[in-house]
């Protein structure tokens, strides 16, 4: 059995059963299941998380390691500050999360997007950033970044939130970003957005890496079907959107990528918002051309249409009073032609 001497940190925070007594106890890997081992009776328990998922665990194969790890060994777009003063050793994914583990001696978990993506189609794109979450303490990771690449490194990082990231966010899509384990706001199921997008991928070196999958291969399931679904059952879909702030576009967004949303799905995150109105700030707003980009505020629109109308019975509203709720939030600006027909319709 291998030690996961972090990854049960985050694990017991958000999906353990407290039945099992397994506070700082340590989480062991075996096969494709995690196991807590009891010091009282010696025993290892298969752990399981308040959904009554097992988390599963995936070795990827040489060459999908391979594949993974072609990508890790490009250069990280303007990771140097100065123009002509390059880094050395060149600043590669590989390199920079090298000096971040400490050669490996401490754990990183790739998520996020392109591990998803990674589980449909086997390939990783070239255009996107790099997510991680860290176990190594902040200090020391920029100690050990500056110590590797001098101080031409550009890295941005906050104590604060225990974040940090390396390149230029600003001028390229393609950065490296992550924040500590500890810090994770996931403390229960209902914290993560779905199970296609809390994927990790656990890298133990340049050859060794594995999938996790904390819902029993649901969230490997749905990432190959290209499925966006709320992470617990509907019961618990209020505490879901009770503990995330920006679902709604995270939901437009996918769908608008051609994902498959279930209508229980669907129908909760519409019906949430707008009988909570007062929850919605202007930086959830603005988050909402982060991901989209003004230009695609039709679609936006078109897509909330569709929505709305297909469940105008189950949630009790029109498209056109969803619309001017956003309107009145100065998230929206619609054409003086679509604002009448907004509002015709609102007053149906």
């Known amino acids: 059995m291998t030690t996961t001497s972090y990854l049960y940190i985050l694990y017991q925070k958000m999906y353990l059963k407290t039945s099992l007594k397994a506070k700082g106890e340590p989480l062991y890997v075996k096969g494709d299941r995690y196991y807590v081992h009891d010091k009282k009776t010696d025993k290892y328990s298969v752990a399981t998380n308040k959904q009554g998922w097992k988390p599963l665990v995936v070795p990827l194969t040489p060459k999908q390691v391979a594949v993974f790890a072609d990508r890790l060994n490009t250069e990280i777009p303007d990771a140097c500050m100065k123009q002509h003063a390059a880094c ?41 950033d790099i997510d991680f979450m860290y176990s190594s303490k902040l200090n020391n990771i920029v100690s050990r970044l500056r110590k590797t690449f001098g101080n031409n490194i550009r890295i941005v990082y906050s104590k604060q939130y225990d974040y940090i990231m390396v390149g230029n966010n600003l001028k390229n899509s393609e950065y490296l970003e992550g924040f500590s384990i500890f810090s994770s706001k996931g403390v229960q199921a209902e914290s993560l957005e779905s199970p296609a997008n809390s994927l990790m ?13 904390f819902f029993d291969g649901k969230g490997i399931d749905d990432a190959k079907h290209d499925v966006w679904q709320a992470p617990v059952k509907k019961k618990d879909h209020d505490l879901w959107l009770d503990t995330l702030q920006n679902v709604l576009w995270r939901l437009l967004k996918f769908k608008l990528r051609g994902f498959t949303v279930p209508d229980e799905t669907t129908i909760s995150v519409y019906k949430y918002w707008y009988t909570h109105q007062s929850r919605i700030t202007e930086f959830e707003w603005n988050y909402l051309w982060k991901i989209f980009g003004a230009t695609k505020v039709d679609q936006v629109v078109q897509q909330i249409v569709q929505d709305v109308d297909k469940h105008r019975k189950e949630l009790g509203f029109s498209s056109g009073q969803f619309i001017l709720m956003l309107i009145e939030k100065k998230t929206v600006v619609l054409t003086p032609h679509t604002h009448t027909n907004v509002e015709n319709d609102a007053a149906k």
Do not use: C, H, Q, W
Request: hydrophobic share 35%.
């Open 201 to 213: 991928l656990d890298i133990r070196s340049g050859t060794k890496m594995s999938l996790i999958d």
């Open 88 to 128: 050395s050793p060149k600043p590669t994914y590989m390199n920079v999360i090298r000096a971040i583990t400490d050669n490996f001696r401490e754990e990183l978990y790739i998520v996020g997007g392109i591990v998803r993506d990674f589980v449909k189609t086997k390939t990783v794109s070239r255009s996107s």
